[in-house]
């Protein structure tokens, strides 16, 4: 079971491992999803995200504050790297920076994806990551299954509200899910 200041979601995606990979380091195809950016895969290797989530679907995107169009600018490093397998990676610079780790593991034709998102600073931060990841790894099955994607922003309110309620709740249990539609933390 995760530490508490962790969010691990765990989905089932269509596609090979190969596939799946391609979107989690391609810097155009992962800005279909989650944020465009080079990724240098080896350890000690720099990341850089550049958020643009208004981009991420049609309709009624939030309104974003910067000329540019970027939401958020996020670099990083990388840990460790086995393609097609796992990639791990501070979540910032700083020397406390959080970690992320994909792990991805063949199924029955599809791949198994495990996002874990460690050292996470304080309730607002694991409420934010939660929803964020949630959201984005819904966005994800929407382009790997050739489907329009979800609102990035009403989706990521709906399911911040959601894990706020159940971070409120001292009987929280999550249940195991393999689409995007409801909250999913295991902790």
Known sequence: MPAPATV?????????????WAYLTESEKRSKWLAAGPFDLMAGGKIELTFRNNNLSEDAPRPVTSADGIDHLLQGKVLHCEPTKLLVFTWGVEENASEVTFELSPEDGNTRLVVTHRRLSGRGQLLGVSAGWHAHIGILIDV????????????????????????????????????????????
Do not use: C, M
Request: net charge positive.
């Open 144 to 187: 790997l299954s050739n489907e329009k994607p979800r609102n990035f922003w009403s989706e990521h309110a709906k399911l911040e509200q959601a894990y706020k309620e159940l971070f409120q709740s001292s009987q929280y249990t999550a249940p195991k899910t393999n689409d995007a539609s409801g909250p999913y933390r295991q902790g």
């Open 8 to 20: 691990r979601i765990e989905r089932l995606l269509p596609g090979t491992a190969d596939r799946v």
